[in-house]
C-alpha cells in the first residue's frame, strides 16, 4: 500500500502559478502510474494529468487548455502539477492518485490510493 501526501495549494490571484506536490511513502512512484484530479464544492471530481507508471508518457485533460503539466521526481519519491495562469474557476481541492503499474488512465475509478487533497483557491 503507497500513502499518498499533497501539499502546496493556498490561495492565489488569478494568473498566478501553482506548483503541487504528491509525497509518496510505503510505495516506490516508479512503481505507480499517478494522476491528478480536483474536485470543485458540489461538483464531480475531474481529471487533470496523469503519467504511466514508466514515465515515459504523460497526459493533460484538454480542459485544462495546456496549463497543467505532471511531473514525477523519482528520487524524491514525489509528483508533481505545475499550474499556470490560474483561473477562479480552478478552485478545487487537488488530490494526487496512484494506481500499480497504471497507464495513466483519466478515469478516478482506476486508481486504488489517493491522498487527503490539497486546498487551491484563484482569487483577487
Known amino acids: 500500500q503507497v500513502d499518498l501526501v499533497e501539499s502546496g495549494g493556498g490561495l492565489v490571484p488569478p494568473g498566478d502559478s501553482l506548483r503541487l506536490s504528491c509525497v509518496a511513502s510505503?510505495?516506490?512512484?516508479?512503481?505507480?502510474?499517478m494522476a491528478w484530479f480536483r474536485q470543485a464544492s458540489g461538483k464531480e471530481r475531474q481529471y487533470v494529468s496523469s503519467?504511466?507508471?514508466?514515465?515515459?508518457?504523460?497526459f493533460n485533460a484538454p480542459a485544462m487548455g495546456g496549463r497543467a503539466s505532471i511531473s514525477r521526481d523519482d528520487a524524491k519519491n514525489t509528483l508533481y502539477l505545475q499550474l499556470e495562469r490560474l483561473k477562479p474557476e480552478d478552485t478545487a481541492t487537488y488530490f494526487c492518485a496512484a494506481e500499480f503499474r497504471g497507464t495513466g488512465s483519466a478515469r478516478a475509478s482506476s486508481y486504488e490510493y489517493w491522498g487527503q487533497g490539497t486546498q487551491v483557491t484563484v482569487s483577487s
Open positions: 503519467i504511466t507508471w514508466t514515465g515515459g508518457a504523460r
Open positions: 510505503g510505495g516506490t512512484v516508479s512503481d505507480y502510474g
